[in-house]
């Protein structure tokens, strides 16, 4: 069974800084692209990071790029998203997602990832 679980969702003042993780398991980790997105209150779905297999190819959204880094670690199965300069525009609900097909291009559109994470709120106070 296919589980992606995200934590470290919370609450924060603007200008703070928030780690959320997303630990997998029933995946051969290593081998799938692993990416975040998020969602708030009546907005559709926005891509937010993505790295590779290898690492060596990552993508940022428009809106998060400078101020976020994604990580990932293959000998824990987890991937990170270090949110550094937050804004009240970033309060969202963050989903991990999984892409075992493309191990070494990251695909900015959610149809291309087959395993979801339920979600972690971030939410940041102005």
């Known amino acids: 069974q296919v589980q992606l679980v995200e934590s470290g969702g919370g609450l924060v003042q603007a200008g703070g800084s928030l780690r959320v993780s997303c630990i997998t398991s029933g995946i051969m980790f290593s081998n799938y692209v692993m990416v975040w997105f998020r969602q708030a209150p009546g907005k559709e779905r926005e891509f937010i990071a993505g790295m590779n297999r290898n690492g060596d190819s990552i993508a940022y959204g428009i809106s998060v790029k400078g101020r976020f880094t994604i990580s990932r670690d293959n000998s824990k199965n987890t991937v990170f998203l270090q949110m550094d300069y937050l804004k009240p525009e970033d309060t969202a609900v963050y989903y991990c997602?999984?892409?075992?097909?493309?191990?070494?291009?990251?695909?900015?559109?959610?149809?291309?990832?087959?395993?979801w994470g339920q979600g972690t709120q971030v939410t940041v106070s102005s």
């Open positions: 997602a999984a892409d075992g097909h493309r191990w070494l291009t990251v695909s900015r559109d959610q149809r291309s990832y087959e395993h």
